[in-house]
T-cell receptor
Framework: EPEVTQTPSHQVTQMGQEVILRCVPISNHLYFYWYRQILGQKVEFLVSFYNNEISEKSEIFDDQFSVERPDGSNFTLKIRSTKLEDSAMYFC?????????????FGNGTRLTVT | EDQVTQSPEALRLQEGESSSLNCSYTVSGLRGLFWYRQDPGKGPEFLFTLYSAGEEKEKERLKATLTKKESFLHITAPKPEDSATYLCAVRGTSGSRLTFGEGTQLTVNP
C-alpha cells in the first residue's frame, strides 16, 4: 500500500537554527498538509498546500515557517529560526482530493528536538 | 471554531470485553468526521470517514457511528493488538483543516 514517507525520523537542533523537514507524499495525491503534535497534546493543523501554493494556514504557521514543493515528489517544511517551543512531532499528510470523500494519509513523523 | 472532545481519556479492557469510545463535536457544517488509530511514535493511521447522521462504517472489530452531535467507535471482542490511541477529527465548511480531539488511549489486556 502506498505511504507517506518522512525524513529524518529525528532531528536535534539548537535554538535559532534553521531546519528543513522533508516528506514524499503518495504519488497520485494532489493536496499536502503539515500537522504537529507537541508531546501529550492534540494533533494540530499547520498548513495545507495545493497547486504550488498555500490554501490554508493556522495561527501557528507564522513568518518563521514556510513550505515548498521543490520538485514533483518532495514537500518540505522549513522553520527559519527554531524556538524551544517548536519541539514536537511534525506529521506530513496527503490526500487525493480536498473535500469529501477525501481522507488524509499521514507519515510517521519527524521528531524535532530544539535545545 | 470547530471543537472535538473525546472520552474517556483512557480505557482498559480485558480481551473480548466490548466497549465504546465517544467523540463529541461542534463544527460549522460537517464535511467529514474521521477516526484514526495512532500507535506510539507513529503517525495517525486512517480508519473511517463518516459524513452524515445515521451513517455507519465497519472494519474488522471496529464499527463507527455518527449522530448530529457525536460519534461512537464500538470495539467488539477486542484483542491486545487493538491497543492504541484512537483519534477523532472533524472537517468543517470553513476550510481544509482537520480539528483533532485529545484521543482515547485504549489498552487491551490478554
Amino acid at each position: 500500500e502506498p505511504e507517506v514517507t518522512q525524513t529524518p525520523s529525528h532531528q536535534v537542533t539548537q535554538m535559532g537554527q534553521e531546519v528543513i523537514l522533508r516528506c514524499v507524499p503518495i504519488s497520485n495525491h494532489l493536496y499536502f498538509y503539515w500537522y504537529r503534535q507537541i508531546l501529550g497534546q492534540k494533533v494540530e493543523f499547520l498548513v495545507s498546500f495545493y497547486n504550488n501554493e498555500i490554501s490554508e494556514k493556522s495561527e501557528i504557521f507564522d513568518d518563521q515557517f514556510s513550505v515548498e514543493r521543490p520538485d514533483g515528489s518532495n514537500f518540505t517544511l522549513k522553520i527559519r529560526s527554531t524556538k524551544l517551543e517548536d519541539s514536537a512531532m511534525y506529521f506530513c499528510a496527503s490526500s487525493e482530493a480536498h473535500g469529501a470523500p477525501a481522507s488524509l494519509h499521514f507519515g510517521n513523523g519527524t521528531r524535532l528536538t530544539v535545545t | 471554531e470547530d471543537q472535538v472532545t473525546q472520552s474517556p481519556e483512557a480505557l482498559r479492557l480485558q480481551e473480548g470485553e466490548s466497549s465504546s469510545l465517544n467523540c463529541s463535536y461542534t463544527v460549522s457544517g460537517l464535511r467529514g468526521l474521521f477516526w484514526y488509530r495512532q500507535d506510539p511514535g507513529k503517525g495517525p493511521e486512517f480508519l473511517f470517514t463518516l459524513y452524515s447522521a445515521g451513517e455507519e462504517k465497519e472494519k474488522e472489530r471496529l464499527k463507527a457511528t455518527l449522530t448530529k452531535k457525536e460519534s461512537f467507535l464500538h470495539i467488539t471482542a477486542p484483542k491486545p493488538e487493538d491497543s492504541a490511541t484512537y483519534l477523532c477529527a472533524v472537517r468543517g465548511t470553513s476550510g481544509s483543516r482537520l480539528t483533532f480531539g485529545e484521543g482515547t488511549q485504549l489498552t487491551v489486556n490478554p
